[in-house]
């Protein structure tokens, strides 16, 4: 099979294969620019053939892209089940800010401390997120921030101020909430679509 | 009020500045007066007179270019904010000129009216492009939520105004056709249908936009309901309930990227040929680097031996000769603190002191402890110290093994 491959290939393939995702919003090691190369029309299929002789399967999200791997066995249903969990501690704690962290934002670790200790309701929520180290809030901001963007949810912009920006790979997130199914009785929720509780 | 000055004055002083200008037009709105006079390109004297022709102004220390030459330079880069009332101002200006024309068929009027007429199809497709950017812009960096709906908003309102003008310049275009035919001005008429086709073209453009600026609201508002969710669902998560009262397993279980199922990115082992070469090489000294593995650790050519080297001697020779010293101690029947104290050591390595005697019989111990009789009692041996006075020392006694039990002399 000859197929003609972008030279970013193996780079795609580098951060993709550790189950990284690739945001069209990243800048870290010319991330958009591997998310335009995948995102062409014809390299995307050439990808994605070349791909699949090893099989792995490169999915498409509103701007960004991911590997899944074909007959993949579920081998660590707990594992999956408690990052999930955790995703949801973290999301909600992102959604009760008061300038509220969504894709594209841009946030301070130290600012988001700051907000989370002159709020109780949000100061409990960060406490009761399950952490390893983290004696002081800014320590648990510091670790939530680690955690995410090791999962290539979030790109640290700045060194110094710890600044860090939402990648639209988040987008994935949200996208797996809003497929979650509440069984309740009676639709009390919808009156109030679009009001957050803060 | 600035000073009174013509065109090309103001053009020198741009140009002799530039550099001022375009760093200030970089960093608007956040360049104090000391950060500016701390470059090297401007002096507080050309400050001051920048200042007094109003290329610059002053407030609160922070130092602005001039809103008109920033006006100017945006408009020429097709950025900046958008501004539908130009159009307005040259429809009012065309259609004075029109009633004008009307008035007295002047030829001056109707080159004003030619004018207007091209700087209407201008104006409306440089801000349509400002538009088109400033929602993208919007859309994409604006990190409070609230102002940027209500930007995007606002982009919405003024897309709706310019709407409102291309159809009042296209009504004027209709109701003055006979006007227009009467002056029998070729020019006239090319100018009037190419602004027909920019009016139509911009109008298709601007549906596109509010396409855009609709699906960016509505994404906000997706991601505003799905926050609102999530918080409902980690309310039930809190209560214990979430496996109980949502799918949130079988959805979890569903999903499949590589990174939340464990699978491990595919290893292959390097080459020994690829380690041979340089790179290999340097690789190996990474991994050695990282992992804190002496083995791999570079092996480089060892240093220029220090002039003094001789003096480091003795103890070398001392730490390499523990198996002649061994060999001797099992072949006679001191026990073996006894016989390191005693031990003639060769004059050549001048005079072994006790603290390296002591040193030799804990590493003779240690080493050949197999060949050596452990009697786990304590003997006692007393010795000066460096200040003379009488001190004692404890000690295991050893006995060489083939050797019978025997007391200590």
């Given at each position: ?9 193996h ?5 993709m ?7 069209s919003?990243?800048?870290k ?14 390299n ?11 099989k ?16 993949e ?5 707990e ?12 999301i909600?704690l992102?959604?009760?800010m008061d300038?509220?962290i969504?894709?594209?934002?841009r946030f301070?670790?130290g600012?988001?401390?700051?907000e989370?200790?002159?709020?109780v ?12 180290r983290s ?21 640290r912009e700045d060194e ?13 997130l949200l996208d797996?909430i809003n497929?979650?199914a509440i069984?309740?009785?009676?639709g ?6 679009g009001?957050?509780y803060n | 009020?600035g000073?009174?000055?013509?065109a090309?004055e ?12 375009d760093?200030l037009f970089?960093?608007?709105?956040s360049v ?11 002096t ?18 922070v ?17 900046g904010e958008?501004?539908?009332s130009?159009?307005?101002d040259?429809?009012?200006e065309?259609?004075r000129n ?9 030829y ?6 030619k004018?207007?007429?091209?700087r ?6 440089k801000?349509?492009?400002k538009?088109?950017?400033n ?14 709906l209500?930007?995007l908003?606002?982009?919405r309102?003024k ?19 006979k006007?227009f ?6 020019e ?8 027909r086709n920019?009016?139509i073209e ?6 596109e936009?509010?396409?855009?600026i ?10 505003l309901d ?6 409902h ?13 949502t ?10 990227p590589?990174?939340?199922n ?10 020994v ?6 790179d ?8 050695a680097?990282?992992y ?13 031996l ?6 480091h ?12 010293l ?21 004059k050549?390595l ?12 804990v ?14 009692t ?6 000066e110290d ?7 020392i ?8 083939k ?7």
């Amino acid at each position: 099979m000859d197929i003609k491959l972008p030279k970013q290939t193996h780079d795609i393939f580098a951060i993709m294969a550790r189950g990284h995702f690739i945001s069209s919003n990243g800048t870290k090691d010319g991330m958009n620019r591997l998310y335009d190369i995948i995102n062409e029309p014809e390299n995307f299929e050439n990808l994605q053939n070349y791909f699949g002789v090893i099989k792995y399967r490169i999915e498409r999200g509103n701007n960004f892209f991911y590997f899944s791997k074909v007959d993949e066995i579920n081998s660590i249903v707990e594992k999956k089940l408690e990052t999930f969990e955790k995703y949801i501690d973290i999301i909600d704690l992102f959604a009760s800010m008061d300038n509220k962290i969504t894709i594209g934002s841009r946030f301070r670790t130290g600012a988001l401390a700051e907000e989370c200790n002159a709020n109780v309701r949000l100061k409990q929520k960060l406490q009761k997120i399950p952490l390893y180290r983290s004696e002081t809030l800014h320590n648990k901001v510091r670790e939530i921030c680690d955690l995410m963007s090791r999962d290539s949810f979030l790109e640290r912009e700045d060194e110094a101020s710890e600044t860090y920006k939402v990648l639209d790979s988040y987008a994935y997130l949200l996208d797996v909430i809003n497929a979650i199914a509440i069984y309740e009785e009676g639709g009390t929720t919808e009156g109030t679509a679009g009001i957050i509780y803060n | 009020m600035g000073m009174q000055v013509n065109a090309k004055e103001i053009l020198s002083l741009l140009y002799y500045n530039r550099d001022v200008v375009d760093f200030l037009f970089g960093n608007r709105d956040s360049v104090t007066v000391n950060e500016l006079l701390s470059r090297e390109d401007i002096t507080a004297e050309q400050y001051q007179k920048l200042v007094a022709h109003d290329v610059l102004y002053e407030h609160q220390q922070v130092v602005g270019l001039n809103d008109a030459v920033i006006a100017m330079f945006e408009d020429f880069m097709e950025i900046g904010e958008v501004t539908p009332s130009f159009i307005n101002d040259y429809i009012n200006e065309l259609k004075r000129n029109i009633r004008y024309y009307q008035e007295g068929n002047e030829y001056r009027f109707l080159r004003s009216i030619k004018k207007y007429l091209k700087r209407i199809g201008g104006a409306i497709s440089k801000e349509i492009i400002k538009l088109q950017k400033n929602v993208d812009d919007t859309y994409k960096n604006e990190g409070n939520y609230r102002i940027k709906l209500q930007k995007l908003e606002d982009y919405r309102l003024k897309r709706d105004t310019i709407i409102e003008f291309i159809n009042r310049a296209n009504e004027m275009i209709d109701e003055t056709r006979k006007l227009f035919e009467l002056t029998n001005d070729l020019e006239l008429y090319g100018i009037v249908s190419s602004l027909r086709n920019i009016l139509i073209e911009n109008l298709d453009y601007l549906i596109e936009i509010q396409t855009d600026i609709t699906d960016y609201i509505n994404k906000i508002q997706f991601q505003l309901d799905v926050y609102k969710k999530a918080q409902h669902i980690k309310e039930i998560k809190d209560h214990g309930q979430l496996h109980y009262k949502t799918n949130f397993k079988e959805v979890v279980l569903g999903l499949n990227p590589l990174g939340f199922n464990g699978v491990k990115s595919p290893r292959t082992k390097i080459s020994v040929e690829f380690l041979h070469t340089d790179d290999g090489y340097m690789l190996c000294g990474r991994i050695a680097e990282k992992y804190k593995i002496t083995r791999l650790m570079a092996r480089r050519l060892a240093d220029k031996l220090p002039a003094n080297f001789k003096d480091h001697r003795v103890e070398a020779f001392v730490k390499l000769d523990t198996q002649t010293l061994l060999e001797k101690f099992l072949k006679q029947n001191k026990n073996l603190f006894e016989f390191l104290m005693d031990f003639k050591f060769p004059k050549s390595l001048g005079n072994v002191t006790f603290e390296e005697r002591v040193t030799l019989f804990v590493e003779i111990s240690m080493e050949f402890d197999k060949q050596l009789d452990f009697k786990f009692t304590l003997n006692w041996y007393d010795f000066e110290d460096d200040k003379k006075q009488k001190r004692k020392i404890g000690y295991t006694l050893i006995l060489p093994k083939k050797v019978k039990e025997k007391k200590a002399a």
